[in-house]
């Protein structure tokens, strides 16, 4: 029987990726949803004249169903090539050791995902001599002064994932690839949908799939994108010897997470924007971080780098730390977490309590409270802050 084949489709558009990319309809027998290869091995013939065997052969280095995730998220981000990991601190971990050599100096975002810090700064640190120069994420002369001739990484997260600074990734990009320093940022926040960096000559673009990308708070993983060379480098070593790689029904859920990305991400875009400009008008708020508000302090960025909002967004209430406590176990929808990205509702209290100098360590203000806006409705959401806010 002959089945559809999608092969030699390309598709330009980025909801068009998340729907067909990969789904080879004459590899699967016709099925729309390809197959779980749930295997760990696969036999493959030696060719008699080279003596190499082609195609999957184990799963720690590659499996079908976690190559249309790796093809999805590639084709979606302009890069040539993709690796989906058990985790985003995998991809991260993987990317970073990529760059690093022993006694080199990394430049990092003091807003950085604090197990990335650690990774950098106790983990290399310690074991490798690796020195580390942490500095504000949204002064690039500052970054540039802190380069040194060891320097072998410029580690970005942008924006961040507390108060949302933004790199000025052309800039930077254009500036380490002269100097032949490696890049790579967390793109975690913007997801593929919204910012693209290999576009400004960042080298490798790490995710977290356990947030947007997943979306359903029921998988851990994470992706990287790059060029064919390390792309190919770090298969063969950084994931295949750490064995970080990405498992055949992880992959599974992160294909059907990535289908409806773009549906998600616009109503999380418009909920987020809407309670953003409700806590901005709100007499208990001092002051909301959110990059799709005109009041945001780096919107210029925000315009030129990001294509859309999400539902990530903080504030900080004018209370003390137990009103401010108080006031986040009244909330009825927003359930007390650490994650985001997920179709639910969160907060969270990042900086609630810590000192000014605490917060400062991390550039952000004291008292910040973090929330995540999910697919609840919108109006219901609002009203539980609002109640929640009143009781302080
Ligand atoms: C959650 C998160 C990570 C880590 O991802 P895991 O999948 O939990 O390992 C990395 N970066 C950012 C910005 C995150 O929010």
Known sequence: ?????????????????????????????????????????????????????????????????????ERKIAALEGGEAGLCFSSGMGAISAAITYFVRKD????????????????????????FGVTVTCVKGDDTQEIFDAVKPETALIYLESPSSAVFKIQDLE???????????????????????????????IDLVCHTASKYLGGHSDIVAGALVGAKEPMDHIQEYERALYGSNMDPHQAWLLIRGIRTLPLRLRQHGESGLAVASFLERHPKVKEVYYPGLDSFPQRELARKYLRGNNGLLSFVPDATPEQARRMMSACRYFQHGVSWGGFESLIIGISVGKSPEEAAALDIPTGLIRIHVGLENVDTLMEDLDQALNTM
């Open 104 to 127: 080199c100096h990394v430049v990092l975002m003091c807003t950085t995902y604090g197990p990335t810090r650690i990774f950098l700064t106790q983990l290399l640190s310690e074991k």
């Open 1 to 69: 029987m002959a089945y559809v084949t999608r092969r030699d489709k390309t598709y330009k558009t980025k909801e068009d990726i998340c729907a067909h990319v990969g789904d080879e309809y004459s590899d699967y027998m016709g099925a729309v949803v390809p197959p779980i290869f749930q295997n760990s091995l696969f036999v493959c013939p030696v060719e008699p004249d080279t003596g190499e065997s082609r195609g999957h052969k184990y799963t720690r280095i590659s499996n079908p169903t976690t190559d249309i995730a």
């Open 171 to 201: 800039a930077i990009g254009s500036f380490a690839r002269k100097r032949g320093i490696g890049t790579v940022i967390d793109n975690s926040y913007a997801t593929p949908l919204h910012q693209n960096p290999l576009e400004y000559g």
